[in-house]
């Protein structure tokens, strides 16, 4: 059984005037994610994770924000276009660990709903996606509420 690890990260501004998706889901705030897609960085370290595992390249490369294509599109669908692409070279999603780094909202009580559209787009079960979350403690652009970040780390599973 073949097995790969990816990584991916991502980070946008906090801005007012826009939502804040994150996970897939509308989190209510005053501030939301600047970027080309909704800018769920969430779905977007998922992204780069699975691609970077299959030696796909990076979401970049896929979706780049170049294209009218990608404006304003629902990272779900980038999520569901990446798994897609990892299935036709042959893998599967084992598990997927996460984590959000916010001062504000706090994200505790929307995890339930993020795994679930999660594992619903890449076809696995709940448990098999951990989404944690941290602040910086007021450090940086983070702490400063200027930004928002997401790491994500995936196993793939060959299907052969």
């Known amino acids: ?4 690890i990816g990584f991916g990260v991502d980070f946008h501004q906090l801005v007012t005037g826009r939502d804040l998706w994150l996970g897939g889901i509308k989190i209510p705030h005053e501030k939301g994610a600047k970027g080309h ?3 769920d960085v969430l779905l977007h370290a998922i992204c780069d994770s699975l691609l970077g595992a299959a030696c796909l390249g990076d ?8 294209s009218a294509e990608f404006k304003d599109i629902d990272s ?4 569901e276009k990446s798994v897609g692409l990892i299935k036709k070279e042959g893998y599967r999603i084992g598990n997927i660990d996460s984590t959000l780094c916010l001062e504000q909202p706090k994200i505790k009580t929307f995890v339930p709903e993020m795994q679930a ?7 696995i ?4 996606i951990s989404i944690k979350a ?13 930004g928002v970040m997401a790491y994500a780390t995936v196993l793939l599973i060959s299907s052969e």
Do not use: N, Q, W, Y
Request: hydrophobic share 40%.
């Open 1 to 4: 059984m073949g097995l790969r």
């Open 37 to 39: 897609s909704d800018a």
């Open 59 to 66: 979401i970049g490369v896929h979706f780049p924000d170049t």
């Open 76 to 79: 779900k669908i980038l999520l």
């Open 117 to 123: 559209v999660i594992a619903a787009i890449c076809g």
């Open 125 to 128: 079960g709940i448990k098999d």
């Open 134 to 146: 941290t602040t910086t403690e007021k450090m940086g652009f983070v702490g400063r509420e200027e």
